[in-house]
T-cell receptor
């Protein structure tokens, strides 16, 4: 039973444009959300996170938005670069920590030069 | 500065054989996680150790799966006997502690024929 859902398996965006990756969750107890990025033949690497006390967190070209009432979060990348092409995993946890980290199925982003 | 090291990178085996996956976490990290990645379910937590002690193994799919952490620098995930449905990428990750950012290894691509 998937508690974190990424309904778009893939997304293609032109270089320089905005990439928007979406994630939905079902468990209202989740209060910490993360995005991980994964290149082929490598493990996922942490990208950005947000606590439920915020609705936005920004780090350079990456911004995560959280809509608690809709149980929805999104990752915005602007401007998109070819090096951003990767699989992006959304994850969520309770405050108890990473042992309760639930991942989505991932969205493959392709940034076209 | 070495990250999480997993071996082998690829494993091809026949149904019924025993498979052992190995992981060396980052030195100083006291939490270790085993994840399995599939297309359908994304990244699933199999088992989690804290200070070499298994804390949560509720994600281990069957008795055919077992994991050990004999010391702070080594862990194994064993599947005996293996089945074709076990084919997936298995990731090991470590962190400084509960609630801290996860650092993933490059994974083991397992194919059971």
């Amino acid at each position: 039973d998937q508690q974190v859902k990424q309904n778009s398996p893939s997304l293609s965006v032109q270089e320089g444009r905005i990439s928007i990756l979406n994630c939905d969750y079902t468990n209202s107890m989740f209060d910490y959300f993360l995005w991980y990025k994964k290149y082929p033949a490598e493990g996922p690497t942490f990208l950005i996170s947000i606590s439920s006390i915020k609705d936005k967190n920004e780090d350079g070209r990456f911004t995560v938005f959280l809509n608690k009432s809709a149980k929805h979060l999104s990752l915005h990348i602007v401007p998109s670069q070819p090096g951003d092409s990767a699989v992006y995993f959304c994850a969520a946890s309770h405050q108890t920590g990473a042992n309760n980290l639930f991942f989505g199925t991932g969205t493959r982003l392709t940034v076209i030069p | 500065d070495a990250g999480v090291i997993q071996s082998p990178r690829h494993e091809v085996t026949e149904m019924g054989q025993e498979v052992t996956l190995r992981c060396k976490p980052i030195s100083g990290h006291n939490s270790l996680f085993w994840y399995r990645q599939t297309m359908m379910r994304g990244l699933e937590l199999l088992i989690y150790f804290n200070n070499n002690v298994p804390i949560d193994d509720s994600g281990m799919p069957e008795d055919r799966f077992s994991a050990k952490m004999p010391n702070a620098s080594f862990s194994t995930l064993k599947i005996q006997p293996s089945e074709p449905r076990d084919s997936a990428v298995y990731f090991c990750a470590s962190s400084l502690g509960s609630g801290e950012k996860l650092f993933f290894g490059s994974g083991t691509q397992l194919s059971v024929l």
